[in-house]
Structures are given as C-alpha cells and as structure tokens.
C-alpha cells in the first residue's frame, strides 16, 4: 500500500489544512486532527481515483529527501497519509432524483455520464 507524505497546517481559530504535494488540487481540513487525517485519507482515494479513471498517470509519492528543499512547504509538519484501496473502489447505490433534474443532469453530463456529475457535484459540495 503506498503512503503520500500531506502538510498539515493550523492557523489560529481555523480547522486544520491537509494537502498533498504530490497531488496539486488534492487538499482536505478538519476541525480536529483526527478528522483531518481522516478526510485526508479520503481525499487522496478520491484524487487517485479520478486520475484512474481519466487514465491520467498517478504520480509515485516523493521522500522526505525530496521533499526537504520545497519552498511551500514552509512551516508545514508531515502527516504520512496511506491509500487506502478500500476507499477507491465504487459503490453502486439507488437514489431517487426528480426526472426534471435528471434531464437538467443529462443536459450537462450527458447520459452515460450520470454519476461522473454526481461524484463531482458532491465532492464540490463537501469541499466547501
């Protein structure tokens, strides 16, 4: 199982910052440590997944050697994340969506595109 080194940040009076320097745009909080390691470990299933499934190249994770020189790092400390395969695999549900919506869905999407638009739109939305 491979293991991604994340920056783990705290400002006074925020949640704390979880990102990936391996993985630009792959970055996660929580109000308490625990749960930012926990959204972390998500957040890097479902980065690695989406780049599976566009057949994008999914980036080794770097050393702390490697990493010793990188100027964002700043006052970071290092927060070793592992991948969980558990986490990447799909889960089939069935939900109930108002057929307006749908099409209003499928307008965008497309079709065969139904649950690429939801897992995004849901992502997007528990992002922030």
């Known amino acids: 199982m491979a293991s991604y080194i994340a920056y783990l940040r705290k400002e006074p009076n ?3 910052g979880v990102e990936f320097p391996d993985l630009p745009g792959c ?3 929580g109000s308490t440590l625990e749960e930012a390691k926990a959204m ?3 957040a890097l299933a479902g980065h690695v997944s989406v780049l599976e499934s566009e057949g994008m190249l999914i980036p080794a994770p770097s050393t702390l050697d490697q ?3 990188d ?3 700043g006052d970071a400390l290092l927060l070793l994340v592992e991948l ?3 986490l990447l695999k799909s889960e089939r549900v069935n939900i109930m969506i108002p057929r307006h919506l749908l099409g209003r869905i ?3 999407a497309g079709t065969g595109n139904r649950s690429r638009f939801l897992v995004e ?4 939305r528990l992002a922030g």
């Open 14 to 16: 925020s949640d704390y």
């Open 27 to 29: 970055f996660s909080a």
């Open 40 to 42: 972390a470990a998500e």
């Open 67 to 69: 990493l010793a020189g």
């Open 71 to 73: 100027p964002h790092r």
């Open 84 to 86: 969980d395969p558990s």
């Open 106 to 108: 499928d307008a965008v």
């Open 121 to 124: 739109a849901a992502e997007q």
